[in-house]
């Protein structure tokens, strides 16, 4: 990718100085600093819950700030509301994104900022005028179809021409490549190439290095809230980013011992599986896991990744096909049935699946063993035997705070509540351990925890099936890399000497060599 | 032939009664459940305003004034409710079930204090009410009469019906406040005032509640009784559910209902079927339409969920 | 500075918050109609408190709102909202008094039977209900409302029976028999000069207990609760989530149609025509509600409901409208309802405090 930076030294087009902002005794920004050039990529790095959202929630006017100054083309703003940073041409796309599913793509772009003529929406000289933006800066869309049936790359550009239609000279993307392939990535490095070649500023909040390298002028590191400092991105590599961005050396490499994988313990043969709109997903699947090895399926979401394990844990209804389990049959069981005959996971939404946040931590930790001895006798539980199962596992996993045995789960940091998790189910010290996006949203410690007890389970001669977006976690920790795409692998690589160009390609549906 | 065509008036005439309180509550109720809040105090809100209706009828003498002012009590408890569950994140479900305690309560309440601790107020004088089309027109009895000589309200919650339509799909508000209902935070993040929006379409509803209740009163009967509404505020409800919250479907639901209410008038004077069994009627066709068809309709998906401004 | 915390954290105080603020608009509003709020709040704490027999009758009427009560707080518990405990109560009521009429028993036959078949009769129109939001995804509280109404006009029906009707009666059933009464014995009753004096009240604490003991203590209350409060996750850990959620319905319906059952086997005897909803489900709302839905705290809730309802109805000798019972009351559920902002409020300014 061909770098040419639009970057205008000249003129100073956002400014933030000294930001803090609190939310009650917590600092989520600490005296944050901000320059930003007309033509520039500015990239913001920092790890999960370093404050890189809440900046930009302050500079998009959803946040007011404790204290410091914002300065727009060098005259200092005071945002009330977002509505008075999007009239002043700064306009945010969301990591989730902020689109009305019902409504057409014309009436997302335009809401909130509706041509009229006299009482009535203009709904002609609107699509014209998306039309017309798509055009300019090459990026194709449906002004007509409905959001909610349109892929996630087109509803990100939707998202970008939102901010667009309301004259945006400055758009900050919030992780904006989280659910797109190697190629939609590219594209996305094109329209901010055409972005910024018109004169616009674009800010790029994310903690993939390889992004920022591609594609930004500069980087401003922020670590625990606190501004650490803004770098020219060709003076620096990659390395260097990333200490400066955890605070420490980083070692992305996984320690794993060698193995040879053992005895069939997951069979898929045929797997045929509809999703929630009723339309089929999963087209034939085959797949095994041994003993001894962490099978990584790489894929982008939507796939059938999900519905995949959903149907092995029970949670889904498979249309035909088999499944088995060291030769039992765990095809279309119930979720008690799976997890009877020997399959745990971890799953993708600690708080929708995972946990029952309302529930204490002791109480989360039998999940699946409430009715059995010692924690239960005779329908009625036995409260000294849940807390002393609680504490030892508190202790073992280093879940924090201590003596959390009675909170509830949702008093729990993220990281600690993956620990609660992880607790539970390598404990259950099943067959298969099925993990989905382990870490999404971890920091850095956490990460590490997560994959040291991956690995673990994978050298006690268990089965690891490793469903995960980030390719690069996939790539450190897998013994075999099976890629899955439009319901089918597609192609299978040995984790060793995996390649992330071939696999994206094969992500994105091209064929492997077999 | 003579004697079904004086039947098919007097079913008219009947449904031409029943329809537009059930209509006025059910369009206020789309607004509502629409911009996203659950708003089962519609029945206290109708009950409000059917005695505000009367007690203002019998006061000024003026239906279309005593009309007006049953709106505005219904919107007073609109602005409850929307504090409540708006600026205070309240239960939606639990502030409605409060409205529909303190709605009916006040309104017996307020009839005792006013009229020598009687629950009912006085009847009053068909001068005092809503006005009628074309009265003296027809020959009184006639299909004619039936039909076209109703309470001009009768005819105007159509018009309503229409506006409704037209604001909900035709002009900014009315986006405005279907995306609301869908998804707060991406309207907060446009710049959209999601806690205004809101507000305006649960004042609304209280406002046409009140005006449905006060049709009771003004129109219907002659007086306020504890018992005028009694599951009117209800039905209003399934209405739009039924009419998968538009006003077209709620218009369509409020008319098949009023029907049933007008089948049950006419039975009930022949004696043969219990209107007792008659009244069970909407909400059974309720229950059996969610069944067979609109089990999985599109409700708001903000609808009841507590949004809370960022600081 | 911890003690003042854990106040502001307690349910109780933000509930006597609110009564306190209900008793206060409610004096507004006497005093907008000219009555002096302290002639009619002596007036209703005298018809509480005046004489033991007054005591009687509150628990008396307590019994069926406890009952209710505990139906609403079993079902927030497991995280679905009974809003259908009227109709619930109603058909319960109805088939007590049915069967109390229609049937000539012994009393140790009749009592049970009638009791049971209430309850029964409340958890299958509660299963209904349940079947439909597990079967047909229909959100439970439309159709609560709905076979609310159906039951209120069935009750109609079923009182206009022939059968049922009492001959020249007017607009009530006939009168229950005996047999299936659920009164103290005649003595027992004169002695305490109450002539409804009934098993009731000691049923619905009774009942308080069990419950309590179901959500606190058995692995039934675990599976519940976890379906409640999260039925992905209930799901996801083997937990059969529909039938869970049918399970807690019925339980709450049979304790809603049992309020029934006491309410005419006990106080009233026959079954009246209704000419608007009687109430008792949605008072049950505001029982729960002000028992923070725990079943002991409906016992004192119940209790406290049932004394305002029975003072309420002698306001009229100071003409006093005895609605005021119902403004009071609704206000207290609005404030229950918005104290939570308080709550959160409180809690960011005492720890602010504490620094």
Redesign the interface.
Known sequence: MGKVSHMDESRVVIQMKDIVKKFGDFTANDHINLTVHKGEVHAILGENGAGKSTMMNVLCGLYKPTSGQIFINEKEVHFSSPKDAIDIGIGMVHQHFMLIPPFTVADNIILGVEPVKGLVIDHNTAREKVLELSERYGMKVDPDAKVEDISVGMQQRVEILKVLYRGADTLILDEPTASLTPQEIEGLMEIIENLTADGKSVILITHKLKEITACSDTCTIIRQGKYIRTVRVDEVNENELAAMMVGRDVNFKVDKKEMTPGEVVLEVKNLHAKDYRDVEILKGLNLTVRRGEIVGLAGVDGNGQTELVEVLTGLRKADSGEASLLGKDVFNKTPKETFDSGISSIPADRQKHGLILEFSNEDNLILQHFEEEPFAKKHMLNRKAVRDHAVELIEKFDVRPRGCEAAPAGTLSGGNQQKVIIAREVTNDKELLIAVNPTRGLDVGAIEFVHKYLVEQRNKNRAVLLVSFELDEIMSLSDRIEVIFDGQITGSVPGKDADEKELGFMMAGGKGHE | MDVIIKDLGLLINATLIATPPLLLAALGSCFSERSGVVNIGIEGMMTIGAFTGAVMGLTTGNGWIAFFCAGLAGALFGVIHAVACISFHADQTIAGTAINFLGPGLAVFLCKAMYNNSSDTPAMDPSCKLPKLFQGVFPAGSFWSNVLNVYSVAYLVFLLALVCWFVFYKTKFGAHLRAVGEHPEACESLGIDVYKVRYTCVILSGFLAGLGGAFVTLATINQFRPSVIVGQGFIAIAAVIFGKFSPGGATKACLLFGLCSGIKTLAGQSNTVSPNLISMIPYIVTILALVLFVGKAHTPAANGKIFVKSK | MNKKKSILDSNVFYTLIAIAAGFIIGAV?LL????SPAVAYGKLLNSIFGKPKYLFWTLIYASPLIFTGLSVAFSFRTGV?N?GAEGQFVVGGLTACSLGILLDLPAVIHVPLCIIAAAAAGMIWSLIVGL?KVK????E???F??????A???S??VV?LAVIHKEGGGEASKDVLDSARLLFPEGVRKALDCSAANWGIIMAVAAAIIIWIIIE????G??L??VG??S?????????ADRSVLTALGISGALAGLGGAVQILGMSGRLSQF???EGFG?EG??VA?IGSSSPIGCIFSGLFYGAMKYGGSKL?IV?A?S?????I???V??F???S??FRVLFA?FG??EG?
């Open positions: 509003f907008i109609a000219g009555i909202f809003i439909l047909r995804g229909i959100h509280v439309l159709s409302i709905m076979f609310n109404w159906i209120f006009y069935l109609n029906y206009n203590k058995t692995t039934l675990y599976k609760k976890a409060f999260n992905n996750g209930a799901l996801y850990a083997g937990i059969n000419a608007g909803q949605f709302i505001t509600l009229s003409k409208p609605e005021v019972v119902d403004i009351m609704g206000c559920i609005l229950i309802a918005i939570q902002i960011r720890k602010k620094k």
